[in-house]
């Protein structure tokens, strides 16, 4: 047996080992892993976002302390004496998926808002993640 029968045997037998991504198993267990993870994610936004408590969070309610909310003219505003009361908007205030919600849905499309930011995460992560394994890929055959 010459050398280079040697090497054709030997990745013959690499090609043919169950962890080898070019015999699909190990391809297929990757996808549906993801497949998994991306559903419950969905799931998550989607579903437990309209769980979620509609109350200040921590953040909020310590930097309320000392103030009440009171609506005039059908607008919120804060009486007193706290940090919050000279706070302003922001300046993604009114962007589309502002305050958790789909603008033009109503209070109520937080799962909507959830899954949107799901879906725009993993594909910019995707895209990310995809951008380094192509180089990694175009720099090992140097």
Do not use: K
């Not at 169950?18 to 994610?41: C, D, K, M, Q, Y």
């Amino acid at each position: 047996m010459s050398i280079t029968d040697n090497t054709a045997h030997r990745s013959t037998a690499t090609a043919a080992a169950p962890g080898n991504p070019a015999t699909g198993g190990s391809w297929v267990r990757r996808h549906r892993f993801l497949l998994a993870f991306g559903l419950v994610a969905l799931v998550i936004a989607g579903v437990l976002s309209y769980a979620a408590s509609s109350s200040p969070d921590g953040l909020d309610s310590a930097t309320q302390r000392g103030c009440e909310t009171v609506e005039v003219n059908g607008a919120e505003q804060l009486r007193g004496n706290c940090i919050a009361q000279h706070a302003g908007d922001h300046a993604m205030a009114s962007s589309p998926l502002a305050d958790y919600s789909v603008s033009g849905l109503g209070d109520n499309s937080g799962g909507v808002a959830g899954v949107i930011g799901v879906v725009v995460t993993v594909l910019v992560a995707g895209g990310l993640f995809w951008l380094l394994a192509r180089g990694r890929r175009s720099g090992a055959g140097n």
